[in-house]
Nanobody, 121 residues
Framework: QVQLVESGGGLVQAGGSLRLFCAASGRIFSINAMGWYRQAPGKQRELVASITSGGMTNYADSVKGRFTISRDNAKSTMYLQMNSLKPEDTAVYYC???????????????WGQGTQVTVSS
């Protein structure tokens, strides 16, 4: 069974930085896309950034120029460097992998439990 665990969240002042980590455990044959999502209280979960197996990235307009997503395929690990944080970035951040753990079924999505990021003004 694949498990994703996020870490690196916390409380930071506006303008500060945090680096989130997502690590996977379990048998994984291949990881296609990886992504960071966030959900603020009373709001729907939204995509923050994604990265393909080839390294192509995509960002929400609200974080472009401030956040950087990266991955280490050898370690099945993903990162999110968050700079110039704003109070509106406050949310629970989730990582997600589209991973193949069984060649007969193809990729499926796996999710972490989330890590809280709070940005004070």
């Amino acid at each position: 069974q694949v498990q994703l665990v996020e870490s690196g969240g916390g409380l930071v002042q506006a303008g500060g930085s945090l680096r989130l980590f997502c690590a996977a455990s379990g048998r994984i044959f291949s990881i296609n896309a990886m992504g960071w999502y966030r959900q603020a209280p009373g709001k729907q979960r939204e995509l923050v950034a994604s990265i393909t197996s080839g390294g192509m990235t995509n960002y929400a307009d609200s974080v472009k120029g401030r956040f950087t997503i990266s991955r280490d395929n050898a370690k099945s690990t993903m990162y999110l460097q968050m700079n110039s944080l704003k109070p509106e970035d406050t949310a629970v951040y989730y990582c997600s992998y589209a991973a193949i753990t069984d060649w007969s079924t193809g990729p499926r999505d796996y999710w972490g439990q989330g890590t809280q990021v709070t940005v004070s003004s």
